[in-house]
């Protein structure tokens, strides 16, 4: 992977990041590392800062769709099937 196509990615990954909530960025950093662990040995060492940071904007997205409720029919739907 060339220098550019990485700092690109880096690039992108920081703008997915940047909307992480302060009340979300510890929870978030610590599901990552707990995610990235298993996947750390398999890709370049100079990718796990992305990765990391890709999962934490992922996770913190997550958290903000359960406290806005946007997926409140999916965990009662969810919910239902585990009864």
């Not at 370049?44 to 029919?73: F, N, Q, R, T």
């Amino acid at each position: 992977m060339s220098n550019d196509h990485k700092e690109e990615i880096r690039s992108l990954v920081s703008n997915l990041g940047s909307g992480i909530r302060d009340t979300h960025y510890r929870p978030a950093y610590d599901a990552a590392a707990n995610l990235c662990s298993s996947i750390f040995d398999t890709i370049p060492v100079d990718l796990h800062d992305v990765v990391h940071e890709a999962v934490m904007a992922g996770y913190a997205a997550a958290l903000s769709d359960l406290e806005e409720g946007k997926l409140d029919d999916q965990v009662r739907e969810r919910s239902e099937i585990i009864k």
